[in-house]
């Protein structure tokens, strides 16, 4: 299933793969809470046991969500294919030394961009995060020199049909928390998925007991 999202084509980073579906373990109590809080602006972060290579160790930002299905950005895998091999039309002022980003198994030949700053043709997916599914937008950013810190560009994406994603987190293969700009732009983004998991489950483990979280423990908006 490929999501209702405008999407920016081009040419290059040919990185072609099938979104796999399955996904084992058993149904968990209490995971229709977390079914619930799923929408656009949300961070998805995969389990240790997640089978699909697709999202093995990975961080996933929400982009779209409704009834027919979710989209969403890897956030996690840097590629080693510079912006202007998958972007060749655009002005490379802001290019130099930048790498693009694999955001997900489906279309990899779409390009898809996350601005920390507003723009216009943007669409705010979280606080201090924007979509950039407009060409002449992404030229734009570009133009003024941004670099990876404050503007990310993806080939691909992830793409859930209707149901599929509840599906996969009731079987926990995910952990759900709120959107954060700092993980979207971390500057280690290959390390990220073990940090982030690592404070999930230790926030899980104190609810499990019945104690009060130390607030050194405390993941802001873990669902």
Known sequence: MRARVPLLATTGLLLATLLATGVGGARQPGREVIVRQLAAGTMLVASRNLPDPNFTDTVVLLIQYDGDGAAGLVVTRPSPVPLSRVLPDADPTGMLGTRAFVGGPVSPETVLALSRSACAGCRGVTRG????????????????????????????????????????????????VDGDAAAVFDREPETLWRRMLARAEAVLALMGTGRAMPRDHVVDGLL
């Not at 995060?129 to 950013?141: C, F, M, Q, S, T």
């Not at 133009?143 to 987190?169: P, T």
């Open 129 to 176: 995060v924007h979509l950039v599914n407009d060409r002449e937008a992404l030229r734009a950013r570009l133009s003024e020199g941004a670099d990876d810190r404050r503007l990310r560009v993806y080939a691909g994406y992830a793409g859930w049909s209707a149901e599929q994603l509840e599906a996969e987190v009731r079987k926990g293969a995910w952990r759900v």
